[in-house]
């Protein structure tokens, strides 16, 4: 192996690094006119690259994961140790970038040429200009080379300087097996792992979570606090974050995008003083800024930064809040793909939109829809109203809480949903209607085919109930008054319907743990359709933690494009069996204890 042969070599006539790393570059690099910051390399505008890079010139194994904003700096970080190592700590280094095209460019605009721009590593160029290609360098001392992180590319080598570029768009797993190839140098290895934002749960954001999780400050000159700048603090209309006049907004809603840039400012969450979006300004908050303390529960030798684009591109907020609201319309058409990118490449931050299919675990039964099944109890028709269609679902229950689904799908009329159910069998009891829209409508039709209304509700507890004995317990559902829609007198048939009341949070959590795989018995069909399979992957509990008190809460939200009717019609399938008594919903109770712990 050629680094180990000739790294006690060359450590005798390289000179012992008595410079921290941004030091050592101060002196020895000089940035060319392919750097927005040309001239001798500094760090005054990029304070937030110093600690990282002092972390890379101690000595023995470090590991960094570094998420930062597009083009903030981050391959900076690497391209300083880079030269340094080659200076100072020599050892087989690879760069992998996610794919090979990538790896190319990477090599062709930035690499050669900073290292090249470095007189003490380029002193060590190879003469042979054969050992120097694009992608790879031969020096005398040690090798490097650029490559995709690929299965071809992860094999039999010894690394000791593991530098990851973009490591959430590699495969699932190619993260773990790159870091294999650096155990031979377990002693004095250095991984680097720098990220854009990448989504919620993966290897980056596990790297992140197990890391320090040092954040970036900026500092306020008015009343000189630092803290961690964002967007929005709490809601979107609380002080602090990026914030544009309002009269940038037209009297038909839209945005007049070059008042929101040109009135682009930051406001500071603690004393409220706005300051200008102006490049004087992103100097002073980022001068005197510096990172959060390590985390007491960091694993040893690993270190992880965070900082976002409120600091690396303050002079650009103004441009930066026209692509949020750019991003932000796109969601009401549905598509979220832009506010990903805006989270990720943004404000460094992981995206959660993904993370609900990763919770699917559940695999499809051997069975088809509307197969018979000896098991079956009961079974019920749960509807969703929207302003001029129904989603719906027919799922078979048997009394040890198992359960199948028949049928999933959109309705247009009220007729077309009787149809459903005298086609599938479901008697008219056993249909419950979601009444959280057009209440009066719903209680009409439930009045006219003996149907039951059904809404949910912010009760993160449930409902307290009393049994005979006198025992109180909490359940996820309560049946009220009846509910009339005005319909007038008992001639007309019914005059009022059943409204059963049921907990938005439980019954979530609820179907959840079966969502995940973690209760049994729940199941869809081998043909379920793919509407089904999108909307159940539509909700995800988030964690949030509150600014003033630093509690953590969990909430529900909606992610992606399609919609949560059918989610939400599983939702009452389950509110449904609780109440026949198929399900011990103190389990589901229990669990619901757990998640707040
Ligand atoms: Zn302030």
Same mark, same amino acid.
């Given at each position: 192996?050629?680094?180990?042969?000739?790294?006690?070599?060359?450590?005798?006539?390289?000179?012992?690094?008595?410079?921290?790393? &941004?030091?050592?570059?101060?002196?020895? +690099?000089?940035?060319?006119?392919?750097?927005?910051? /040309?001239?001798?390399?500094?760090?005054?505008?990029?304070?937030?690259?110093?600690?990282? =890079?002092?972390?890379?010139?101690?000595?023995?194994?470090?590991?960094?994961?570094?998420?930062?904003?597009?083009?903030?700096?981050?391959?900076?970080?690497?391209?300083?140790?880079?030269?340094? =190592?080659?200076?100072?700590?020599?050892?087989?280094?690879?760069?992998?970038?996610?794919?090979?095209?990538?790896?190319?460019?990477?090599? /062709?605009?930035?690499?050669?040429?900073? =290292?090249?721009?470095?007189?003490?590593?380029?002193?060590?160029?190879?003469?042979?200009?054969?050992? %120097?290609?694009?992608?790879?360098?031969?020096?005398?001392?040690?090798? #490097?080379?650029?490559?995709?992180?690929?299965?071809?590319?992860?094999?039999?080598?010894?690394?000791?300087?593991?530098?990851?570029?973009?490591?959430?768009?590699? !495969?699932?797993?190619?993260?773990?097996?790159?870091? !294999?190839?650096?155990?031979?140098?377990?002693?004095?290895?250095?991984? +680097?792992? @720098?990220?854009?934002?990448?989504?919620?749960?993966?290897?980056?954001?596990?790297?992140?979570?197990?890391?320090?999780?040092?954040?970036?400050?900026?500092?306020?000159?008015?009343?000189?606090?630092?803290?961690?700048?964002?967007?929005?603090?709490?809601?979107?209309?609380?002080?602090?974050?990026? %914030?544009?006049?309002? %009269?940038?907004?037209?009297?038909?809603?839209?945005? &007049?995008?070059?008042?929101?840039?040109?009135? @682009?400012?930051?406001?500071?969450?603690?004393?409220?003083?706005?300051?200008?979006?102006?490049?004087?300004?992103?100097?002073?908050?980022?001068?005197?800024?510096?990172?959060?303390?390590?985390?007491?529960?960091?694993?040893?030798?690993?270190?992880?930064?965070?900082?976002?684009?409120?600091?690396?591109?303050?002079?650009?907020?103004?441009?930066?809040?026209?692509?949020?609201?750019?991003?932000?319309?796109?969601?009401?058409?549905?598509?979220?793909?832009?506010?990903?990118?805006?989270?990720?490449?943004?404000?460094?931050?992981?995206?959660?939109?993904?993370?609900?299919?990763?919770?699917?675990?559940?695999?499809?039964?051997?069975?088809?829809?509307?197969?018979?099944?000896?098991?079956?109890?009961?079974?019920?028709?749960?509807?969703?109203?929207?302003?001029?269609?129904?989603?719906?679902?027919?799922?078979?229950?048997?009394?040890?809480?198992?359960?199948?689904?028949?049928?999933?799908?959109?309705?247009?009329?009220?007729?077309?949903?009787?149809?459903?159910?005298?086609?599938?069998?479901?008697?008219?009891?056993?249909?419950?209607?979601?009444?959280?829209?057009?209440?009066?409508?719903?209680?009409?039709?439930?009045?006219?085919?003996?149907?039951?209304?059904?809404?949910?509700?912010?009760?993160?507890?449930?409902?307290?109930?009393?049994? /005979?004995?006198?025992?109180?317990?909490?359940? +996820?559902?309560?049946?009220?008054?009846?509910?009339?829609?005005?319909?007038?007198?008992?001639?007309?048939?019914? @005059?009022?319907?059943?409204?059963?009341?049921?907990?938005?949070?439980?019954?979530? &959590?609820?179907?959840?743990?079966?969502?995940?795989?973690?209760?049994?018995?729940?199941?869809?069909?081998?043909?379920?359709?793919?509407?089904?399979?999108?909307?159940?992957?539509?909700?995800?509990?988030?964690?949030?933690?509150?600014?003033?008190?630093?509690?953590?809460?969990? /909430?529900?939200?909606?992610?992606?494009?399609?919609?949560?009717?059918?989610?939400?019609?599983?939702?009452?399938? =389950?509110?449904?069996?609780?109440?026949?008594?198929? #399900?011990?919903?103190?389990?589901?109770?229990?669990?619901?204890?757990?998640?707040?712990?």
């Amino acid at each position: 192996m050629l680094s180990e042969i000739t790294e006690p070599l060359c450590q005798t006539f390289a000179p012992p690094a008595d410079l921290e790393v &941004d030091a050592w570059a101060r002196e020895n +690099i000089v940035v060319g006119a392919w750097s927005p910051w /040309e001239g001798k390399f500094s760090t005054d505008r990029t304070p937030w690259i110093v600690e990282p =890079l002092r972390i890379l010139g101690r000595p023995g194994p470090r590991r960094l994961t570094i998420l930062g904003p597009a083009a903030g700096g981050k391959s900076t970080i690497s391209e300083v140790f880079l030269a340094w =190592l080659i200076d100072n700590a020599p050892g087989f280094c690879v760069w992998y970038a996610q794919d090979e095209e990538a790896a190319k460019e990477f090599a /062709e605009t930035r690499v050669q040429r900073f =290292l090249a721009s470095c007189e003490r590593v380029s002193r060590w160029f190879p003469g042979n200009r054969h050992a %120097k290609r694009t992608q790879a360098i031969h020096f005398p001392h040690m090798s #490097f080379v650029i490559q995709a992180a690929n299965e071809g590319n992860a094999q039999s080598k010894h690394i000791r300087h593991l530098i990851c570029d973009e490591p959430w768009m590699y !495969k699932p797993g190619m993260l773990a097996q790159l870091h !294999k190839r650096t155990t031979r140098f377990a002693h004095n290895r250095t991984i +680097i792992e @720098t990220s854009t934002g990448s989504l919620e749960g993966d290897e980056v954001d596990q790297a992140w979570q197990q890391g320090s999780r040092q954040r970036w400050q900026i500092f306020c000159p008015h009343c000189e606090e630092l803290h961690v700048p964002r967007w929005t603090f709490d809601r979107a209309d609380s002080p602090g974050g990026v %914030k544009w006049s309002p %009269k940038a907004k037209r009297e038909n809603g839209t945005w &007049d995008l070059r008042a929101v840039a040109e009135s @682009t400012t930051y406001q500071c969450p603690t004393c409220q003083t706005h300051h200008a979006a102006t490049s004087a300004n992103a100097y002073i908050v980022n001068r005197n800024g510096s990172y959060t303390l390590p985390a007491a529960d960091s694993m040893p030798n690993h270190f992880s930064f965070h900082w976002n684009c409120i600091a690396s591109d303050f002079s650009q907020l103004g441009a930066i809040a026209v692509e949020f609201l750019m991003a932000k319309q796109a969601i009401k058409r549905g598509d979220t793909s832009l506010f990903q990118e805006f989270t990720q490449k943004k404000l460094a931050e992981a995206w959660s939109g993904e993370s609900a299919s990763a919770e699917i675990k559940y695999q499809p039964s051997d069975y088809m829809l509307g197969d018979p099944w000896a098991e079956e109890a009961r079974r019920f028709l749960t509807i969703d109203k929207q302003r001029d269609h129904f989603w719906a679902v027919v799922r078979a229950w048997s009394a040890n809480g198992n359960s199948r689904l028949v049928w999933a799908g959109r309705v247009s009329t009220w007729v077309d949903l009787r149809n459903l159910q005298q086609s599938n069998a479901v008697p008219d009891r056993q249909v419950l209607v979601d009444s959280g829209y057009s209440a009066t409508e719903v209680y009409r039709e439930c009045c006219r085919y003996g149907w039951i209304a059904i809404k949910g509700e912010a009760r993160k507890g449930g409902y307290e109930f009393t049994n /005979e004995d006198g025992v109180k317990s909490r359940r +996820i559902f309560s049946l009220t008054s009846p509910a009339d829609p005005g319909l007038g007198t008992a001639e007309q048939g019914m @005059t009022t319907c059943p409204l059963v009341l049921i907990s938005d949070e439980m019954t979530s &959590d609820a179907l959840a743990l079966f969502r995940s795989g973690e209760v049994a018995g729940w199941t869809v069909a081998k043909d379920t359709p793919e509407e089904h399979v999108q909307q159940m992957a539509a909700r995800v509990k988030r964690s949030r933690v509150l600014p003033r008190t630093n509690q953590t809460v969990w /909430e529900w939200a909606t992610v992606g494009k399609h919609g949560e009717h059918l989610w939400d019609c599983e939702r009452m399938q =389950l509110a449904a069996a609780v109440m026949s008594g198929f #399900f011990d919903h103190s389990k589901i109770i229990t669990t619901e204890e757990k998640n707040e712990g």
